[in-house]
Each structure stands twice: as structure tokens, then as C-alpha cells.
């Protein structure tokens, strides 16, 4: 045969092998490619094995990882490890496949993650984005961690997570429809489980700690100490009186903090704020000594009086019967909730925490109309009856009690009544002081 037979025959012998080869590869094989070429359009050409059938890797399916120049990961003569995605054309004399190292990968690391997933193991990843609905983790293939899984509370804005490399629960795991669903929540729940054990074994009712605002609601503020909340309920903020605790807090501010009670059963801590603060009624006699004028806020308006704060805390009564020398039938007649105005202290007992105020001894007495024609003689010109020595000497007690604060009846000081209207009403007026106080 001649030497151009043979070489024909040859051609025809590997047209048939390639022929054969083709039905051979299949999509989803994995097969050796030898590094061919790589052309201008950044794919690299490889031979499939020993087929002699060619192959395209464009540079996206070289890695899980971006890749900006196909020549700093490859060169001619590599082999790598691929798997057949797709065949190219339909001409099987010219039969090449799309193939990919990356999805090659991408399966390993599924095949990794199912694993870690049966095991109940935790991974580990950087979050790539934030999208609407939760963030995008690189775990190898793409995870995605819903906003409700993201926390153990909520969290306006999920950008601050962006970056941050995290662990997390696998919570779903579907190769096929390329499914990655992963919880940061749970690995949170879990270190704040432990903290709080490990907190609330040390924790007792009478420590003094710091702490984080966690969160404001109306009743109170959550204070983190480290891994578990406590409740500062809105009446242990400040000694004044406060509505809302978001007028006097900010999420994330320091705090100081007294422990007032551990409840490990009901995973409960009551805390306050007011108890690590100055005690207000401290000093009173220096800052409020009697017969001295301070100003004021209106704070309460009762049947009996007006309670009045004149140092953040420290609230005095104003009787009604101090309040002016007109004759009123209620202090909301005169007065409102929030109105600023000026007090003369008439007494003070810092051990009761109590002041009493006056606002009237501030004002110039009206003289009357009896007065003024001489009622003073009309009573002298009137028979005197034998209890005469007992008027005068009470004329003159009241006399004393409306000029001298450091002699002054009960009725003057604001703090009970019973001089006038007996120990029975006394009482019902001292209880009504006790439950606003």
C-alpha cells in the first residue's frame, strides 16, 4: 500500500475514534483537560483526555472565585479536573463541549457542606451583599440568610453585617436548585444561652454592673450585661418622674446599673438605674432650708394640694390651704400641670422625704373690708364672756403659725389637716399623701 494510502487510512482510523469518543462524552462527566491555547477571548481550548476531542473553559467557569486576567491562573500544558456542562453545535465531526473547573468545585463543596449539614456542624463565611429579604453569604456556593435568621431581635438595617465574616446553622441545604439556606440567629440564641447561664450563676440582688441599652419600650429599658437582658422598669430610670423612657435614653448608650432581684427560673433580671444615681433627698436642709424661696414645677394636682418638684426628685406638697388667701375649692382652680411658679419651704423633714411649701406666703395678704372700719374696736366694745382668755389665745396661736414657719401647726405645713377637721379625716388625708408620694 502506498505511503499516501496509509496516511488516508490513518485519518479515517482517527475520524472514527473521535466519532466514538464523542458518544463517549457526556454532559455531567468529569474528564482530564489539557491546556491547549488560550485565544483573545479569555477562554482556554483543552483536549478532553484521550479522546482528541476539544473543549472551551471561558474564565467565569475557571473558579468560584472572580478572575481577571485567565492567564494568572492558567497556562498551556495545565491539566486540570472539569466537568462536561453542555455540547457545543451539532456537528459531530467539529463536537466540542462547554466545560467548567468551577462547578467542579461548586459540587465538592456542596458534597462538603451536605456533610458538615448531617453532622450538625456550623460553617463559616463572609457576607457578600445585602438584599431585600436578608443577606448573601460565600460559603464556596451561595448562601443566603433571611433578615428573621440574621438576629436574635430585629435589625433595621442590614447593611452593618456587609463584610463581616460569620458563623452560622446550616437550616436547608438543596444542591440541585443550588439552595443554601444558613441562621445566624441560632448560633447567636446558643452563645447568649451560655452567657446568660454563666451571668446569671454570678449575678446578685444588691450588685452594681454595667451595661448596654439594648432596647426602649414604654414600660422600661432592656439593659444587655453582657449576653443576657435586664429590664429597667421606667420607675428605676431617674427619681423624677419619667413618661417615656426613650426622653431619657438612647439604644446603645452605658449604663450603670444596680441589680435589684435574679430570677434564674423565669431567665428574668430586674435592674435600676435611679439606685446608682445620688440620692436627691441628700442635703435637703442645706439646698431647701426652711423660710428660703426656690422655684418650681407643677408636677401633680390632687383634692388636697399640688405637688410641686423644685430639685429633679424632690417633690414638696403645696396644701391647698397655702395656696392662696382667696378661698378655693380645688387647687386645679388656680393651677396647672407644668406651670413654673415660686415656693417658700415652710418645713422640711428630710428623713420622711417630705417639704412643705407655700405659695401664698410669697403673696401680700388682702386686707378686708371689716378691717379696714375698725373691726378691732367693734370687738373690744362687745361684752366679754368669761371664755374670752381662750379666744385670744387661740387668735394668737394662729397669729404665730401664719408669721413663723419654725412654730407652725400641722394644718400650715401641709401635711395634715387633723387641727382642723379631726383624727378621723386625718387619716383618710394621710393615706391620700402616702399613695401619691
Known sequence: MSENGTSQNNDNNDLLNALNNVDNVKVGDVVKGEILAIDDDQQAIVGIGETGIEGVVPKKELSTKPVDDIKSVIKVGDVL??????????????????????????????????????????????VTQVVKGGLVVDAGVRGFVPASMVSDHFVEDLSQFKGQTLEFKIVEIEPSE?????????????????????????????????????RLTNF???????????????????????????????VGQDVKVKVLSVDPERN???????????????GIEEKAPQGSVLDGTVKRLTSFGAFVEVFPGVEGLVHISQISHQHIATPADVLKVGQEIKVKVLDVRPDDHRLAL??????????????????????????????????????????AAETSTANAPEESTGFSLGDLIGDSLKKDIENQENNND
Open 178 to 214: 443550588n439552595r443554601l439556606i444558613l441562621s445566624h440567629r441560632a448560633i447567636v440564641e446558643k452563645e447568649r444561652a451560655a452567657q446568660r447561664e454563666e451571668i446569671m450563676s454570678k449575678l446578685q440582688a444588691g450588685d452594681t454592673v454595667e451595661g448596654k441599652v439594648a
Open 358 to 399: 407655700s405659695i401664698k406666703a410669697l403673696e401680700e395678704k388682702p386686707q378686708s373690708s371689716d378691717e379696714e372700719n375698725g373691726n378691732s374696736n367693734r370687738a373690744e366694745s362687745r361684752p366679754r364672756r368669761n371664755n374670752g382668755g381662750a379666744n385670744r389665745s387661740r387668735r394668737n396661736s394662729r397669729n
Open 81 to 126: 479536573d472539569l466537568v462536561v456542562i453542555s455540547r457545543i453545535g451539532n456537528d459531530k465531526e467539529g463536537g466540542s463541549y462547554l466545560l467548567s473547573q468551577r462547578r467542579l468545585e461548586a459540587r465538592k463543596v456542596w458534597d462538603d457542606i451536605q456533610k458538615e449539614f448531617e453532622a450538625g456542624h456550623t460553617l463559616t463565611a463572609p
Open 268 to 282: 428574668r433580671i430586674s435592674l435600676s438605674i435611679k439606685q446608682t444615681l445620688p440620692e436627691p433627698w441628700d
Open 220 to 250: 422600661g429599658a432592656f439593659v444587655d450585661l453582657g449576653g443576657v437582658d435586664g429590664l429597667v422598669h421606667v420607675s428605676e430610670i431617674a427619681y423624677e418622674r419619667v413618661e417615656k423612657p426613650s426622653d431619657v435614653l438612647k
